[in-house]
């Protein structure tokens, strides 16, 4: 890419402290994304997925969090971003949304005022545009009758519908980035892939960067045109989302595809990954993936792989990848 | 099916009352289980789809005799549970055993592993030893060394592992049915893969008759022998797992199954099937539960009550267009099979 | 796949244990919880070994020596309004207080467990039964129905126990109650109904172990409201009697001489104030040791 | 909501008809017989007739009971026996005086419990939050009796800045805004709200922190809200709660303040209920308890409704 990318991220590591022991969560993940793409990260739980998306937004516990590392989105220095600079940029720049619609509405307030606010916030409009703003976000993500929906409460809405509310007050200051949490993952089948198209067609009509965290293959494979793999705080994989699908070069993401059950496999056995992630407190010194990994060699064991391209834009953090791999 | 099957519900129904009137009255009713009948054969897995509010852990609740059905009936090899002349309930409840969705709620966190392992047995009048015995070897069987494990306690233990001993806790008292209600929903993938290899062994090992119920329909293609496809506390539809994959005919049930993410970037979903959520169960309307989201549907799917009908062998479906001389407009098409 | 494969590769490093001893190990690294912990043990040793431990006699008054300050040679803590010893007093006194504070809160905790570990579990109209008549109880102040009770009653020792566990069940049902709901309505309260068990194996078995710990962290944080009400009531002379000591009574007989020697007439309060003080954090760094989540 | 309003309405009868079934039933815990309980020592016969005729005591006891319901509905609480006037009139002359204290003391006690709670909500885990949490322990820990007397010792009789006891300079029982007599109600304010202070810091403390840590903070947040912004979420979601806690506060304080109106020999229902007490006059104890309690019923039915007004979630419901 010629352009200066969108999201440029570079060696996040996240540490929280918990009970005198320190959790690595994230350790050093780096990343660009250009303006309008959309990038999958697919992870387990306790994989860093989430911690890494609510690092992009400054949403970590100041006190009890360690951020090291760099981060910049549209030329924002976001991990240098203080006070009033940190509230301008969240939600105008950057916003977010999350797992449980239900839990991430205050339910006292009523959904327009609560997308109204936001416009009022970044725009400086006065009440009455904030809430028309509202009201054309509401018909946007083709909720039936909006204007009645603007007085509703949160608990007085389905789960889809709460879905496209906060996917409403997300886009209402056309942010650049959006950053998804596992935004279907709360849902039924039949409202998820409805949520998916939408979430995708707006991000054409908006042209934003969407990064979308799932622990599902599939709703990474529905959205994602990079997709990215992560273990134990790790990128272990970033490429195209064919690529990374259809031809995994991390052993762990084969390891993931395999034990994923689809299309008719009744009869065969599931190749699973043996064995557990491991303990964030106590990391291994090298590869975080070799105590469980079927090609495990010395040379895994001592330290962390480096990032190693397997075509132009697909690399993988194994020392099997690429045309240096060992034989 | 010409041989008596081991579990059987006929005509089940369950109502649960939302309080909210003067005096507590209850106003209207969650209709969440509604004229459910099926049966199983012995060593079958019968998978249970559908989505929140569809009826399905009821079912399952039902089924282990956790709640009291307020019409129907359960049979066991053919006889009524807990009534005389029939089935025994502890009789019945030795042999129906049930693992939860929650691995760590459904473990008493007081007691270690071995403990909750043995508690059925004990129950059951097995001696504090043998039980003792009995628990540890099938947490061997589960893959937890019991010299590891046993003595730990719920708070000890990853999710993967707790739900291993939940599934040993369900086999200690060797029963001959096990409901799994979203047993492998919490899980990882990686974990859960390895949980559903532990499942398949156990059945071929001990027999089992599954009842494997559960939102993914990848998982529940893979698991089961037939499949029962439930919506709003009624059965849409029930037929061989092939048949339901690949020649669904109710529409909700071809909804569920277009609404599954590609897994291939280059042929991504298009289009929703349906739009909105699933509504509430409180009080549905008379006729098909399905029509308000249902592109076909039409005026005499309100009227009365849509039975299931027989699509071919061994296959049901609960919808008028597949049902000759319905009335629906498409019922013509319908063949008798 | 083998199946000895599947073994995880981490396992969490601590030994297993029981509950209860993990909590006792949290608790005993709270430093204030020990500090507190050690002040009332010492309380209650002084109190339960008062007669061998005490300079003086705690009836024997004397005229002379009425109302000496603090510091007094021969009488550290100087002497009440009828000359007696006041540290003597200070440690007989805390046997009658410590057994007016604490009994009612043992007593309330199992008749209030009983009946809310009952309403909980039986729940429909044994429940309806019992929380409404709780409710009743609930509808006055705590205060004022321990005065109303006592008040109605009389002054005496055996009068204030009965009015202050009166007012403790109510509390202690409502929590024991809910407690028990929610265990009630647990997976593995179900799997083992679903085992084929007996209602009085799951309570045994499965709820009391799980409602215990919370009822008594609850229990443990009315000592010192119930040791500040049982003192007030002496205070206001519904409790014990003249001449015996207890500190709520000291304060209440040495009040007339907050003008002579007015810091002499504190010490008794500031003994409550203690022990109650010490028993809310002792409360609190149990509460926080039996957090599991933390 | 009119539903909800029209039960929380009707569940207040029972209440209150066995409110007053507890006090009537004080008559029959006292020693001896009821009879004895209501009279003056020095009764004459033609009282002792009179009364027996009043009470319905040769009647069955729930007949009692609803005589003695049908009279207080009319606001007949009986003759106190030490002074010989109604009992109504010696609670009405009181109770005002009782609310005057309780004012002053909510004042203070709630304003110092929601600062002390929010700012230890928001600080949780500093040195702070530590602070203020020992503060809060120390005001619910402390016998209030004793506080009372301490600060009596230091104001008036160390310091003799302020008056140690009554509530006006010649011992009148008659409240006035002015400066004479509030220097009267500082020290016995401060005193009673103690408790308030501790429990009302404590309740919002755990409130603010838990509403700090919810997802829907993390989403205002992340949508650019400043703190302030973000503190207004928070008050409206304490809201009800807060309401609920302070509402019961205020009733303990009406309830609870015998010791402290004792203790700074303050003319309110505390103070007559201790002469009630001690004069053994059982109706004026019966009369008291009845109002204060039903008071403190009718508070609880108005701190409810308006938390149903506060709250979208019941009040659509």
């Not at chain 2, 939860?100 to 270690?112: E, G, I, V």
């Not at chain 3, 490093?13 to 909590?23: D, E, M």
């Not at chain 3, 570990?117 to 039986?122: K, L």
Request: charged share 15%.
């Amino acid at each position: 890419m010629s352009a200066a990318p969108l999201v440029e991220v570079r060696d996040l590591a996240v540490s929280f402290s918990r009970g005198g022991q320190s959790i690595a969560a994230v350790n050093g993940v780096s990343f660009d994304l250009a303006a309008g793409e959309v990038m999958g990260v697919l992870g387990e739980s306790g994989s860093g997925k989430s911690v890494t998306l609510r690092a992009l937004l400054r949403l970590l516990p100041e006190h009890r969090t360690r951020i090291g590392g760099s981060v910049r989105v549209d030329g924002h220095d976001v991990l240098a971003l203080r006070g009033r600079a940190l509230d301008d940029y969240r939600g105008a720049v950057t916003s977010m949304i999350f797992q449980e619609p239900m839990l991430s509405f205050d339910p006292v307030f009523t959904i327009g005022r609560q997308i109204a606010e936001s416009v009022k916030r970044h725009t400086g409009v006065d009440d009455k545009a904030a809430r028309a703003r509202a009201l054309e976000m509401l018909d946007r993500v083709r909720i039936p009758s909006p204007a009645r929906r603007l007085e509703a409460y949160p608990h007085e809405m389905s789960g889809g519908m709460r879905q496209r509310a906060m996917i409403a007050l997300a886009l209402a200051c056309r942010p650049k980035l959006l950053l998804a949490d596992e935004p279907t993952t709360a849902l039924d089948a039949t409202v998820q892939i409805q949520i998916l198209l939408l979430l995708r067609e707006l991000q054409q009509e908006f042209g934003m960067a969407v990064i979308f965290v799932t622990h599902d293959v599939g709703v990474a494979a529905e959205v994602s045109d990079r997709l990215g793999v992560m273990y134990a705080g790790r990128l272990v994989e970033i490429g195209p989302a064919v690529d990374v699908i259809e031809s995994p070069s991390h052993p762990y993401t084969r390891g993931l595809l395999s034990s994923i059950v689809r299309g008719d496999m009744r009869g065969t056995r599931i190749e699973a990954i043996p064995g557990a992630p491991p303990d964030l407190a106590a990391l291994p010194a090298g590869c975080s993936f070799a105590p469980r990994c079927a090609h495990v060699r010395p040379e895994c064991l001592a330290s962390v792989p480096p990032m190693r391209a397997a075509t132009e834009d697909h690399a993988a953090r194994c020392i099997l990848v690429g045309p240096l791999a060992p034989a | 099916m010409t041989a008596t099957p081991i579990l059987e519900a006929r005509q089940l129904v369950k109502r649960f009352p939302v309080k909210g009137g003067l005096l507590g009255k209850a106003r209207s009713w969650v209709h969440a289980v509604d004229d459910v009948s099926f049966a199983i054969a012995a060593g079958e897995s019968l998978g249970v789809v559908g989505e929140s509010g569809c009826g399905k852990s009821t079912t399952a609740r039902l089924l282990v005799h956790l709640l009291e059905p307020d019409a129907g009936t359960i049979l066991l090899d053919g006889r009524p549970i807990g009534v005389t002349n029939g089935v025994p309930l502890t009789q019945a409840r030795r042999q129906i055993q049930m693992v939860f969705q929650d691995s760590f709620a459904s473990l008493n966190p007081r007691l270690t592993v071995e403990a909750s392992v043995a508690f059925g047995p004990r129950v059951h009048g097995v001696s504090q030893r043998e039980a003792t015995e009995r628990a540890r070897s099938l947490l061997a069987r589960v893959g937890l060394e019991p010299d590891r494990f046993a003595g730990r306690y719920p708070h000890e233990l990853s999710g993967g592992q707790r739900q291993r001993v939940n599934i040993a806790r369900a086999l200690a008292l060797q029963p001959r049915v096990v409901i799994l209600d979203e047993a492998v929903s919490a899980l990882d993938k990686s974990v859960e893969a390895q949980v559903l290899n532990l499942l398949l062994d156990l059945k071929a090992e001990f027999g089992l008759t599954y009842v494997f119920i559960s939102h993914d329909l990848n998982v529940v293609r893979y698991m089961s022998d037939r499949v029962m496809v439930m919506y709003l506390g009624k059965i849409a539809e029930l037929g061989p797992v092939a048949s339901i994959y690949d020649d669904a005919r109710h529409p909700y049930t071809r909804a569920l199954l277009s609404a599954m993410p590609s897994m291939n970037p280059r042929r991504r979903t298009t289009q929703a099937p349906l739009a909105g959520d699933p509504p509430n169960p409180i009080d549905p309307p008379p006729g098909c539960r399905f029509k308000a989201r249902c592109r076909h549907a039409e005026e005499v799917c309100g009227q009365g009550d849509i039975q299931l009908y027989a699509a071919g062998e061994a296959h049901r479906v609960a919808c008028l267009m597949d049902q000759p001389r319905a009335g629906h407009s498409h019922s013509a098409k319908a063949v008798v099979p | 796949m083998n199946l000895t494969a599947t073994l995880p590769a981490v396992v969490p490093a601590r030994p297993a244990q029981g509950y209860w001893r993990s909590v006792l190990g949290r608790l005993v690294r709270d430093k204030v919880a020990m500090f507190c912990a050690f002040m009332l043990l010492a309380i209650v040793l002084i109190a339960i070994f008062a007669p061998w431990l005490a300079p003086y006699d705690p009836a024997a008054a004397s005229m002379l020596k009425r109302l000496q300050p603090i510091g007094t040679e021969g009488h550290l803590l100087g002497t009440d309004e009828l000359g007696r010893d006041l540290m003597t007093r200070l440690m007989y006194g805390g046997r009658l207080s410590l057994v007016m504070g604490i009994g009612p809160v043992v007593l309330a905790f199992v008749i209030g467990s009983l009946l809310g570990v009952t309403a909980g579990f039986a729940g429909g109209m044994v429940n309806t039964s019992i929380m409404r008549t709780v409710d009743v109880f609930y509808a006055f102040p705590s205060v004022l129905l321990a005065i109303a009770i006592s008040g109605a009653l009389g002054a005496g020792l055996v009068n204030a126990l009965v009015s202050l566990t009166i007012v403790f069940i109510p509390p202690i049902v409502r929590v024991a109650e809910s407690v028990t709901t929610q265990v009630r309505s647990l997976d593995y309260v179900e799997a083992a109904r679903a085992s084929g068990a007996g209602n009085a194996v799951i309570i045994r078995l499965h709820v009391l172990p799980n409602v215990v710990g919370p009822i008594f962290v609850y229990a443990t944080g009315l000592v010192s409201v119930s040791l500040i009400l049982a003192s007030g009531l002496s205070f206001l002379g519904l409790g014990v009697k003249p001449p015996l000591a207890e500190w709520g009574l000291m304060l209440n007989t040495l009040r007339a001489a907050i003008y002579s020697n007015p810091w002499v007439a504190a010490l008794p309060g500031l003994m409550i104030f203690t022990v109650s003080i010490c028993c809310n954090l002792l409360s609190d760094g149990l509460r926080q040791a039996m957090d599991v989540t933390r | 909501m009119l539903l909800y309003l029209i039960k929380r309405l009707l569940y207040v009868v029972p209440i209150a008809l066995a409110v007053s079934a507890v006090c009537f039933s004080l008559v029959f815990l006292a020693p001896g017989d009821p009879l004895s309980a209501v009279l003056p020592a020095d009764a004459s016969t033609e009282m002792v007739e009179k009364l027996k005729a009043d009470y319905g005591f040769d009647k069955p006891i729930p007949v009692q009971f609803a005589r003695w319901v049908g009279r207080a509905v009319q606001g007949d609480l009986g003759t106190s026996i030490a002074t010989g006037r109604p009992v109504a009139i010696e609670i009405g002359r009181a109770i005002s005086n009782t609310f005057v204290l309780a004012f002053f003391a909510c004042a203070i006690g709630f304003t110092l419990g929601l600062f002390f709670g929010t700012v230890a909500g928001y600080f949780q885990g500093t040195w702070i939050d530590k602070l203020v949490t020992a503060i809060a322990v120390a005001g619910v820990s402390v016998p209030h009796y004793w506080l009372g007397m301490v600060l009596v010792i230091v104001f008036s009789v160390v310091l003799n800045v302020l008056p140690a006891v009554g509530m006006g300079a010649d011992g009148s029982s008659q409240w006035a805004w002015d400066w004479e007599h509030l220097r009267f109600v500082i020290l016995p304010a401060i005193t009673l709200s103690m408790i308030p202070t501790g429990i009302i810091t404590r309740t919002v403390r755990a409130l603010v922190a838990d509403i700090l840590a919810r997802e829907f903070v993390a989403a205002l947040r992340g949508k650019g809200l400043t703190d302030r912004g973000v503190f207004m979420h928070v008050v409206k979601n304490a809201g009800p709660t807060t309401l609920a806690v302070m509402g019961v506060q205020l009733g303990y304080l009406l309830g609870g303040s015998i010791l402290v109106e004792t203790v700074f020999s303050w003319p309110g229902t505390g103070f007559l209920l201790n002469t009630a007490i001690f004069q053994r006059d059982v109706p004026l104890l019966q009369g008291t308890i009845l109002f204060l309690a039903l008071f403190f019923v009718a508070l609880n039915l108005i701190v409810d409704l308006l938390q149903t007004l506060i709250d979208p979630r019941i009040k659509r419901s």
